[in-house]
């Protein structure tokens, strides 16, 4: 799985100015992003706090490891 640039805290942080009216275009400028993916963190982490999205990431880490597994037994 590729690792991002960002830490979850910068992501919380990015979403938290947007919501406090600063617009897209300079946060993405500010931060040395896209606007894509400004849009696709605010669809995945919108409304989340930092604890949520890393029990998540935990989540999602795990599946892909039971699924791994499965793959495997049944090879």
């Not at 696709?40 to 892909?64: P, T």
């Amino acid at each position: 799985m590729k690792n991002g640039r960002f830490s979850d805290a910068q992501i919380m942080a990015v979403l938290k100015q947007a919501e406090g009216g600063v617009p897209v275009s300079e946060l993405c400028r500010e931060h040395g992003m896209s606007s894509a993916s400004f849009y696709k963190w605010r669809a995945k982490f919108g409304g989340m706090d930092a604890s949520l999205i890393a029990e998540m990431k935990d989540i999602a880490e795990q599946n892909r490891r039971l699924k791994k597994m499965y793959a495997e037994m049944m090879t």
